[in-house]
């Protein structure tokens, strides 16, 4: 359809005569410019009046090879003159078998087995549904809880929601949700004084512990996010607790729940998180990166004893029944396995150790600023903490929205930075230069100088 008015404003305003956006409050838009974007270069985002924006977030984490991607395009349109869909139950292609081959293949070893969705909280969903049901099935009907972290954040539909600590997203559904138990996070920014991030990661490891000899006979599983703790405001722990942890799950006869949506496919230096730390989930949840940020899909990995718990005679009512229609669709099936070429094609991860190893020499004079409390980094994933007060790390208070200020900086000086909160992350696409990567910093600290100005 064609429409002559196809300007920012013109795109902007119809937009918000119909269009409800994500994770967000429309009134804001009353004064805060929505921007149409029109196409995608590398790094780069370009909105209707030509405007360059460059990408600091990877469009929701999402992004790894860039924008219009020439070989993700090229997959995606000889896919769509094969198979656009099929329904998955009973009926199966070649997109979806090789795929979960090759996941097979690259995930943590004892992972054998993929069930597909569609997103991040769907997977999250069937991780725990799909938990429970294994302990159902093998006749622990007591076990209906789970542990999760504080701070820790899995997706916005109820089930995912409900092993969430995110109070922002959290609270409004409270009386919808399930309750888990809370595990103290590892995360090392709120170490005691003195006490190294693994000494923080061990103290905590025997709080779980704790916890699980109160409760392990009424818990499923124990979910965490592996490293990095993204939405929760980029908490980062040391690896030694998913070690602890997987430990821990096995002597006390519970799930161990990875959620690496975020950070897995490179993201935390290692293809897969749980890697540094050399262990295997009983569940690892996966998306964002999977096909690249082209399109949505997920899928859970688990082992084949957990399969075999399901694996009966129809009428012994033990099945999995749990769908999506557009369960392991071809198309995006197949831009999935070209993104895993291209990590086997090209030098993804020693590429992105320099990239990493740029961004923390830039963001280091950051640590002594008087309004800055930390300076984090795990691999491609790093932040910065604004507090009010460096001392005694106060924090801004939340209405006062100084990360909003840094964004509308970054906007204005065409960069794409969108903070957590008093959290400066920067979390880009795997394909940009160290000079990307300087206007990124450069314009990041412009913004939190206006930003702590008063």
Excluded at 95 to 122: H, Q
Excluded at 242 to 261: K, T
Excluded at 412 to 437: E, K, Q
Aim: glycine share 8%; with cysteine; charged share 20%.
């Amino acid at each position: 359809m064609n429409h002559p008015a196809s300007g920012n404003a013109a795109l902007a305003a119809r937009d918000l005569r119909h269009v409800w956006h994500p994770c967000t409050q429309m009134h804001d838009h009353e004064t805060i410019p929505m921007l149409p974007i029109v196409r995608g270069e590398d790094a780069w985002l370009v909105d209707a009046d030509g405007r360059r924006y460059l990408d600091g977030i990877s469009s929701w984490w999402t992004n790894l090879f860039g924008h219009a991607n020439p070989r993700l395009a090229a997959a995606l349109a000889d896919q769509a003159q094969r198979l656009e869909h099929v329904i998955f139950a009973g009926f199966t292609h070649t997109p979806a078998i090789e795929l979960a081959e090759e996941l097979v293949r690259i995930t943590p070893p004892g992972l054998d087995k993929v069930f597909y969705a569609d997103n991040g909280s769907a997977a999250i969903e069937v991780a725990l549904k799909m938990s429970f049901h294994y302990w159902l099935n093998q006749g622990h009907g007591e076990k209906t809880r789970f542990i999760a972290l504080t701070g820790s954040y899995h997706g916005e539909t109820l089930g995912a929601l409900s092993v969430s600590d995110v109070a922002l997203y959290r609270k409004t559904y409270a009386p919808l949700l399930l309750t888990p138990f809370l595990a103290p996070s590892p995360d090392a920014y709120e170490g005691e004084p003195g006490e190294s991030a693994e000494q923080t990661a061990k103290r905590r490891l025997d709080e779980l512990r704790a916890l699980l000899e109160r409760h392990a006979h009424e818990t499923c599983a124990v979910i965490v996010e592996p490293l990095v703790q993204c939405a929760g405001g980029m908490r980062m722990y040391h690896p030694t607790y998913l070690a602890g942890l997987r430990a821990l799950c096995d002597e006390f006869a519970v799930h161990f729940i990875a959620d690496e949506i975020a950070v897995g496919f490179g993201r935390t230096g290692t293809l897969f998180a749980c890697e540094q730390a050399s262990v295997s989930p009983d569940f690892m949840c996966l998306s964002k990166g999977l096909t690249g940020g082209t399109l949505p899909l997920s899928a859970v990995l688990t082992r084949e004893r957990v399969y075999q718990a399901f694996y009966a005679e129809y009428n012994a009512g033990k099945a999995f029944l749990h769908s999506h229609s557009y369960t392991g669709n071809p198309l995006a099936c197949r831009v999935a396995l070209e993104t895993l070429a291209i990590f086997r094609d090209e030098p993804v991860l020693a590429r992105n150790r320099a990239l990493a190893a740029h961004l923390a020499r830039r963001l280091a004079p950051l640590r002594d600023h008087p309004h800055v409390a930390d300076v984090r980094q795990t691999g491609m994933i790093a932040a910065v903490e604004l507090v009010a007060d460096k001392a005694d790390r106060r924090p801004y208070p939340a209405a006062e929205r100084r990360g909003l200020r840094v964004y509308l900086h970054g906007l204005r000086h065409g960069a794409l930075l969108r903070p957590l909160g008093n959290v400066v992350y920067f979390m880009p696409p795997y394909v940009v230069s160290t000079t990307d990567i300087d206007l990124l910093v450069d314009t990041a600290i412009a913004g939190i100088e206006h930003a702590v100005a008063d």
